[in-house]
């Protein structure tokens, strides 16, 4: 019997959605993958910014590293972390999220970290490319399109959570920090 000599991939990862009022409406912080195979890819792979988890880590404490190592930015006097629970993305992949509202400063330029990759493919050569190459900020109609299609229920999450709270202070699905 083989063993397989790379360690299992961890199924579960960790992200942050970050959120800003801007006229009246919620935009969202996606973040765009880096390397060649995404280079003209728009609609449809866009992301949270988020990683893969260890065993029995704490998730919350994952998404807000992820976010920094990915976005370039570390979340720092967050009022409250809203649940948002989990999605199963189609390579099985489970998903846990959490929003908080926030912007960048300005300026701001995205600065993630890298991950090597042979390229041109068997050519025997090694490059490194940035996890993510861009970071923007899109209105909730737009972040539907760009967005991976199984994390926008994180969209309806949010906007539901944010009706919840509004509509009525003493209910909140939000935890402080």
Not at 70 to 99: D, T, Y
Not at 122 to 148: I, T
Request: charged residues 30%; contains cysteine.
């Amino acid at each position: 019997m083989s063993k397989n000599p790379k360690s299992p991939r961890s199924r579960i990862s960790a992200g942050l959605l970050m959120f800003r009022r801007r006229n009246d409406e919620i935009e969202v912080l996606l973040a765009h993958p880096g390397g060649p195979f995404f280079v003209r890819k728009d609609d449809g792979v866009w992301t949270i910014p988020k990683g893969e988890a260890a065993p029995g880590e704490d998730l919350l404490t994952r998404a807000q590293i992820e976010f920094e190592e990915e976005v370039g930015f570390r979340p720092e006097n967050v009022q409250q972390w809203i649940e948002l629970g989990w999605i199963q993305q189609k390579g099985g992949k489970i998903v846990h999220a959490w929003a908080f509202e926030g912007n960048l400063p300005e300026p701001f330029e995205c600065k993630s970290n890298l991950f090597e990759l042979e390229w041109p493919p068997r050519s025997g050569k090694y490059q490194n490319f940035p996890e993510v190459d861009q970071a923007c900020f899109f209105s909730d109609r737009v972040a539907r399109r760009k967005l991976k299609s199984r994390q926008v229920p994180f969209l309806d999450r949010l906007r539901a959570a944010l009706a919840d709270r509004n509509t009525d202070p003493t209910k909140s699905r939000a935890t402080n920090s």
